[in-house]
């Protein structure tokens, strides 16, 4: 990030490597159509010019071949590049299962994030080199925009919707992070610094950072605290739907659609419970829309995930 | 100097000027403000995009001057509020009234041998409606100004701007009625006022073009104006519609807004293009190469500028899949302006051509859109757009395409045409240097963007880090040569109504209809609607010797 003259961003993901070379086959064709289109208007504009003895002979030729020859060659030419592109983009929004979540809420004009095992930070973004790691981003207010130019990597942040993004990160170092969608007065300045560090060094790190609750902790006090558990909970009175093995499995609708509960259905589940209700259950449940905040919503949604994970093997759920 | 060599029809200076529209009818103020006659509509049009153009490049002087150095020299909301009004006077006091509303509605009557527009009437009317919506905009501007872009992405613009937002949709949406209302105006011209033998494959490229934008012109901006109707009533009223903490959706005001928008940017290329079309046979003294495909290549722009709207949301947060149909079928829209670049091109060919500053306007053009239109193939392109998106690498690109492209067209043809909207010739030379300065202004000002982009510099940001700084540096600088470019045909043009000598009928030999009438044309255009018995672009090789003299 030193001063100076540059020329090309640092390439700092595994992702940002693929990129580079999807910029350079876009460079060499446009640069190629260019030379030609340019080539051409200057070859002809020195050759035909006004009082040039150039040979103009039969001045109207067969324009229907060439014509269809030029629109199918273009075409050919623009099919090849958009799948590349598309196959690149694909993969940017195909996570590995392994990855490592990490929340992060934007407002104006800060990026709060938290670690799922407790550490907050406010405008930086500590991770471990070589991971792969997965943002889930929420906003407060405003659309933003997380962009981290050196991994090649930017996606809107929105109000009341979780928008997911992976990355993983190859070289240690200190990377940029910006704002990319305007966000009012202080857009500019609400940047921050991804800090790519080596295993050993991150987890010193995050032990330094106290040891903190981790968010599946401070979920599952949340989903007392807020009576999820009185429904939802193993001595629950109400007939609501069980939440393990819940997460990351299809879920049948009343009205006959499936989703599949990732975490922005269950933070909807939450906020709008009559918006998609789960097959076979009363449409009984109140919206907490407006009294949990993000970091709360994170942390439950945290929770529930866990509930998930932690019993793979719990099949079907059991019948209504 | 071409166009005051003995070889060119350029009479000597008449003791008095024949009667024209700018004569007959009076010249009192009133008889202007009050005017039917589509010609005169036009220089009223003309003058009052000519007072926003300069007031949106004083905002972008300001802009590129913040830019100079990293932190700034404007307090943040003084720059926010300077780029969004630089944008929305550009795009809707400019770009999109530009072309269509001062030679289309000067010369599409006379392309056709008809007297007059459709509706005259309307047509003063819809002038009186842009006028409304300018003042709206600047009352806007003085109030306070408005801080939202030219996009006005919710909930931003609804809930958490404290600028001056509804004025500034408001007179966006006046100025939508004036759009439509010429739209329709063309539309109706177009289909019922053609001469005697005006066939459609006898129209010139500029009234196809004109055509085809008139056509997005109705179709496209009442989608525009239900989009900031609805932001009114989030705004005033709370309704819940764009804000989901009302219970509002984010991405729709993105896709109602682009649905418009994208297509708006053919509004702006599309005249553009006309333009092009007829300067450049003309200097070349040739057809234009492939007359039907770049006709229906500019129709086929009417139906497909609609398909790829969400182009602008690939990091938005669209699904996948919509994200993988919309670049295809961007991919595809691309393959007609190629075929229009490829046919200007093949234009060239085995020509007779000569360099007056209309043509040098032309060829900035093709070369300027062509890099727009290529940068175009990177922002279309998935993965590539997730990292350039909202940087300004699309800054570069978009002006590439509106100002390399829209504004160098409008130049050219305003140039072209001026002999006949004015009945005099301007100074060639210094229209040459102009072209020359602006187009390499335009580059040394744009270039460095793309560069800046592809480095990760954000759209929008009145100071950035200073790795950034000398990118900036040399834009601005840029900026200075295309500032003076584009402000020395405001010299040359208005010496050239008092001391340039008189044009002919037909100063540059060219074959339209609206050649075969005097300049500046008399009120009605033609003293007998004429007959049409031959296809446009009829040009014959120069008769050689002859003419070989004046031209070194
Ligand atoms: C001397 C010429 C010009 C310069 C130096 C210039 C500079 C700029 C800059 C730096 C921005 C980006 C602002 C930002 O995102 O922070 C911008 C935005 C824009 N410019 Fe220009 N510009 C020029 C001429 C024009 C012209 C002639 C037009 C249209 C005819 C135009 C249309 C736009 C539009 C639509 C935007 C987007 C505004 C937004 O981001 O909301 N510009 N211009
Ligand atoms: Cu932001």
């Known amino acids: ?320 | 100097m071409t166009a005051t060599s003995p070889d060119r029809a350029v009479t000597a200076r008449p003791a008095a000027q024949p009667p024209n529209y700018l004569t007959e009818g009076g010249s009192t103020l009133r008889s202007w403000l009050l005017t039917h006659d589509h010609k005169r509509i036009a220089i009223l049009y003309a003058l009052t995009i000519t007072v926003f153009f300069f007031f949106g490049g004083a905002a972008a002087a300001m802009i590129r001057l913040n830019l100079v150095t990293p932190p700034g020299i404007f307090a943040a909301d003084t720059y926010n509020r300077l780029f969004s009004i630089h944008g929305i006077v550009m795009v809707w006091f400019f770009l999109i009234p530009s072309i269509p509303n001062t030679l289309g509605n000067f010369l599409l009557p006379m392309m056709i041998g008809a007297k007059d527009l459709a509706f005259p009437r309307i047509n003063l009317l819809s002038w009186y409606l842009f006028v409304v919506a300018g003042v709206v905009a600047l009352v806007a501007v003085i109030a306070g100004g408005v801080d939202t872009g030219w996009t006005f992405y919710t909930p931003f613009s609804t809930m958490y701007s404290n600028s001056y937002v509804i004025l500034a949709i408001s007179a966006v949406f006046i100025s939508g009625f004036s759009s439509i209302l010429t739209g329709l105006n063309f539309i109706v011209t177009v289909h019922r006022l053609r001469a005697p033998g005006m066939t459609w494959y006898r129209l010139p490229i500029f009234v196809w073009s004109n055509y085809s934008t008139a056509i997005i012109l109705v179709l496209a901006t009442p989608v525009l104006a239900i989009t900031l109707a609805l932001l009114a009533v989030e705004r005033l009223l709370q309704v819940g519609i764009f804000d989901p903490a009302l219970g509002g959706d984010p991405l729709l005001f993105q896709h109602l807004f682009w649905f418009y928008s994208h297509p708006a940017v053919y509004i702006m290329i599309l005249p553009g293009f006309g333009v092009i079309s007829e300067v450049v046979p003309c200097f070349s003294r040739k057809p234009i190469f492939g007359y039907k495909f770049v006709a229906w290549a500019s129709v086929s722009f009417t139906a497909v500028s609609f398909l790829v709207w969400a182009h602008h949301m690939f990091v938005a947060g669209m699904s996948v899949y919509a994200a993988l149909v919309f670049s295809l079928l961007s991919y595809i829209i691309a393959v007609p302006s190629a075929i229009k670049v490829f046919n200007w091109t093949a234009t060239l060919h085995k020509g007779w051509i000569s360099f007056d500053a209309p043509m040098l306007y032309a060829l900035g053009f093709i070369g300027l859109f062509t890099t727009g239109g290529l940068s175009g193939l990177f922002t279309a392109n998935l993965a590539f757009d997730v990292h350039v998106t909202d940087t300004y690498f699309v800054v570069a690109h978009f002006h590439y395409i509106m100002v390399g492209g829209m504004v160098s067209a409008y130049f050219a043809g305003l140039h072209f045409w001026w002999p006949k909207i004015t009945g005099r010739i301007y100074h060639e030379w210094w229209a040459r240097i102009a072209a020359l300065l602006i187009f390499v202004g335009f580059n040394l000002t744009f270039f460095p963007q793309f560069i800046l982009g592809y480095l990760g510099m954000e759209r929008r940001y009145h100071s950035y880090p200073p790795e950034f700084q000398f990118w900036n540096i040399l834009s601005s600088a840029g900026a200075s040569i295309l500032a003076l470019g584009y402000v020395m045909p405001l010299f040359y043009l208005t010496w050239s109504l008092y001391r340039g000598q008189r044009a002919g009928a037909n100063p540059w030999a060219a074959t339209g209809l609206e050649w075969t009438t005097p300049s500046p044309p008399p009120k009605h255009n033609f003293d007998k609607t004429p007959t049409v018995t031959r296809p446009p672009y009829q040009y014959r090789p120069e008769p050689e010797p002859q003419d070989a003299q004046g031209h070194a």
């Open chain 1, 1 to 320: 990030m030193n001063q100076g003259i540059h020329f090309l961003p640092e390439t700092a993901s595994a992702h940002a490597g693929e990129m580079d070379w999807l910029f350079a086959g876009l460079m060499i064709t446009s640069a190629m159509i260019l030379a030609l289109v340019f080539g051409l208007m200057l070859v002809f504009c020195v050759r035909y010019r006004r009082n040039s003895g150039a040979e103009r002979g039969n001045r109207l030729g067969k324009t229907w071949r060439v014509e269809v020859g030029w629109t199918v060659a273009t075409f050919v030419l623009f099919l090849g590049l958009y799948f590349w592109g598309a196959n690149l983009y694909l993969k940017l929004h195909r996570p590995p299962d392994d990855t490592t979540d990490i929340f992060v809420v934007a407002k104006q004009w800060m990026w709060k994030v938290e670690h799922p095992s407790g550490q907050r930070e406010i405008n930086e973004l500590h991770v471990p080199v070589d991971r792969p790691i997965r943002l889930v981003m929420t906003s407060q207010d405003v659309i933003h925009d997380f962009a981290v130019p050196a991994f090649r990597i930017r996606r809107d942040v929105l109000p009341g919707r979780y928008e997911s993004m992976w990355f993983r990160p190859t070289k240690v170092g200190q990377y940029r992070l910006f704002c990319a969608e305007f966000c009012g007065t202080e857009h500019a300045h609400m940047t921050g610094i991804v800090t790519v560090m080596e295993q050993g060094d991150y987890q010193r790190w995050l032990d330094a950072q106290g040891p903190g609750e981790t968010l599946v902790a401070q979920g599952a006090a949340l989903f007392r605290q807020y009576g999820c558990s009185g429904c939802h909970g193993p001595a629950g009175t109400v007939h609501a739907p069980p939440l393990e093995g819940l997460f990351g499995r299809p879920v049948p609708l009343a009205d006959g659609s499936m989703v599949t509960a990732d975490e922005g259905y269950i933070r909807d589940s939450i906020l709008l419970p009559k918006s998609r209700i789960a097959a076979g259950y009363p449409a009984i449940m109140p919206s907490y829309d407006g009294q949990i905040g993000e970091e709360d919503l994170f942390k439950l949604v945290s929770y529930v995930k866990s509930l998930g994970n932690a019993s793979p093997g719990a099949g079907e759920r059991p019948a209504p």
